[in-house]
């Protein structure tokens, strides 16, 4: 079935440092690509998303490149901030299910000052 | 933008009792609702799927009899764990979407804190 891998954290990183945190996924068909964030006792939030081959989402600084040759949807950001810390999960909805996000185990990042 | 609200956010309970949680879409009509449970330190697990009118379809190794979903209306589902045991207490969270795409957009809850004492 279709699944996402996401690399294991806590990711820690020093404010204005490059950030990168992979996904890779396994999918029948074109599923739909998304980021979500999710900020300590907070409910997730939608961060970007692409829906077709070589598409780019972006938002806040961070963005993503849906690479269908390579199955991943890695996600960068060129400077973080103390203030993007939070748990990040990349997800898919397949070509076959109408809505139903398939998630990533989590990435924690820990930006310090 | 689209709003969902999920009430309560925290919630402590004895085990035994049953708890419902309600899932609100506040400006737009959500055809079909998700709830996930989240571990700590862990990923989402998708539990069911309710569409307004029709009974909810669980994922595999869920207990319908034990997490009850009702979605009676466009604008409400609710989740009710009943007889609950410590192993229930997590986060658990709504989503819901008003369209039947596969590019459609989700909104999610906040979440609940399910503590079971």
New interface residues.
């Given amino acids: 079935g279709d699944s996402v891998t996401q690399m294991e954290g806590p990711v820690t990183l020093s404010e204005e440092a490059f950030l990168t945190i992979n996904c890779t996924y396994t999918a029948t068909g074109y599923p739909s690509l998304f980021w979500y964030v999710q900020y300590p006792g907070e409910g997730l939030q939608l961060l970007l998303k692409a829906t077709k081959a070589d598409d780019k989402g972006s938002n806040k600084g961070f963005e993503a490149t849906y690479r269908k040759e390579t199955t991943s949807f890695h996600l960068e950001k060129g400077s973080v901030q103390v203030s993007d810390s939070a748990v990040y999960f990349c997800a898919l909805v397949g070509s076959s299910n109408t809505g139903k996000l398939i998630f990533g185990q989590g990435t924690t990042l820990q930006v310090k000052p | 933008g689209a709003v969902v609200s999920?009430h309560p956010s925290w919630v402590i309970c004895k085990s035994g009792t049953s708890v419902k949680i309600e899932c609100r879409s506040l400006d737009f009509q959500a055809t079909?609702m998700?709830w996930y449970r989240q571990f700590p330190?862990?990923?989402?697990m998708?539990m069911a799927?309710s569409n307004e009118g029709s009974k909810a379809t669980y994922e595999q190794g869920v207990e319908k009899d034990k997490f009850l979903i009702n979605h009676a209306s466009l604008t409400l589902s609710t989740l009710t764990v009943t007889s609950a045991h410590p192993e229930d207490s997590s986060f658990y969270?709504c989503?819901a979407?008003g369209?039947?795409?596969?590019?459609?957009?989700?909104h999610?809850?906040?979440?609940t804190r399910l503590t079971v004492t």
Avoid: R
Wanted: proline share 4%; no cysteine; net charge positive.
């Fill in positions: 999920q079909t998700f330190k862990q990923s989402l998708l799927t969270i989503s979407t369209q039947s795409s596969y590019n459609s957009p989700l999610f809850g906040n979440g």
